[in-house]
């Protein structure tokens, strides 16, 4: 959000006229967070150097995305940078909104899910033990699922410390290797094939390409140079790669949708409209048009996605909890049985 935020006051001050060193100035002053103030200050002083604000910015990858960094480059090339900003303003809004909504979704089954544990390891390694006791001296056999259970809560309950800092390396170690080229290949191979959620990935990439070429064809960038400059910040290696070919493609005079269906970007929609752009002449009129229909396409799919994400989670943690549960009352229910 602060992203967001940053641009759209971005955009309203140099579409006000205001000098940049001013404007980023005022923005300094305003912001409330250190590392984005102490970012803002060294690309102020840049500027006043004389050096671009993308050049600035890239400084500091670790506060501003690539994208971002990536479209503002665009914006300054082509003399449109107040309208990037606010393309941009718009894309992270919409962006926090997403992960907002994801997150408020999963608050209650995160939170259902450890106290669970917590109660249900309580009954396993105190309570039922005690039942279980019972149970033997009179003859009788505990049951299968409660002991599974019961060995697992007492290895946990021996040995969590060092399962702590095993499962603490894997993960340390996951992102590490997630963060690489060829882990960050095998993530986006993963997302590309997932039912479902392939189709978001690949609608989110085309929504970026055709933010791009939007600012970029009508700002007089040819087709190649733009797909040169929007495979550097598409943000995957993979589209990438994809976009690599399709310039290639049409380096030996295909046109630009049979050159991006042979390079698999072949959303059914985003190449026939591309293909009657270039028929009519109006191929950068036809990606503002596709912009904003994957963007609302966007909205439809991730607004259906929150809405199922919830009640799912709650149903895979109801039978994970569940069996516990059962595996409590088991041996209760042989006690009352032995007992009749």
């Known amino acids: 959000m602060d992203i967001s935020v940053l641009c759209s006051q971005l955009s309203v001050m140099l579409g006000a006229g205001i000098n940049i060193s001013r404007v980023l100035d005022n923005l300094e002053t305003q912001c409330n967070k250190s590392s984005l103030r102490l970012a803002l200050k060294s690309i102020k002083e840049d500027v006043i150097k004389g050096q671009s604000i993308h050049s600035s910015m890239a400084k500091f990858k670790n506060i501003f995305p690539n994208f971002m960094i990536e479209m503002i480059r665009v914006g300054e090339t082509s003399g449109k940078l107040d309208e990037v900003l606010i393309k941009l303003s718009e894309y992270y809004e919409k962006k926090n909104n997403i992960i907002s909504t994801i997150k408020a ?22 309570i039922i033990p005690q039942f279980t006791d019972i149970i033997q001296s009179n003859g009788g056999e505990i049951p299968t699922l409660t002991r599974v259970v019961m060995y697992i809560c007492q290895f946990l309950e021996l040995y969590y ?15 590490k290797f ?18 479902y959620f392939n189709k978001v990935y690949n609608k989110m990439f085309i929504f970026k390409i055709c933010s791009a070429m939007t600012v970029l064809s009508e700002s007089g960038v040819n087709i190649l140079k733009a797909l ?3 495979r550097n910040l598409i943000g995957s290696e993979i589209m990438a790669e994809r976009l690599e070919n399709s310039i290639k493609y049409i380096e030996q005079g295909e046109s630009m949708s049979d050159a991006l269906n042979k390079a698999k970007i072949n959303d059914k929609l985003f190449i026939s409209l591309v293909q009657t752009g270039e028929e009519t ?19 439809r799919y991730f607004e259906k996605s929150t809405k199922v994400i919830e009640p799912m989670i709650i149903i895979i943690l ?8 059962i595996s409590a009352l088991m041996p209760i229910f042989t006690i009352m049985d032995s007992t009749l």
């Open 105 to 126: 979704s999963l608050i209650y089954p995160v939170v259902t899910f450890i106290t669970s544990i917590f109660i249900v390891m309580f009954l396993m390694i105190k």
């Open 161 to 175: 410390l060092q399962g702590t800092v095993i499962i603490s390396l894997i993960l340390l170690l996951s992102y």
């Open 178 to 195: 997630s963060k690489s080229g060829r882990g960050r290949k095998i993530r986006e191979s993963i997302k590309l094939k997932l039912p």
């Open 228 to 230: 040169k400059i929007i």
């Open 281 to 299: 002449g109006q191929i950068d009129l036809m990606f503002a048009k596709l912009e904003k229909l994957f963007g609302s396409e966007l909205d």
């Open 318 to 325: 109801s039978l994970f909890v569940g069996i516990f549960i």
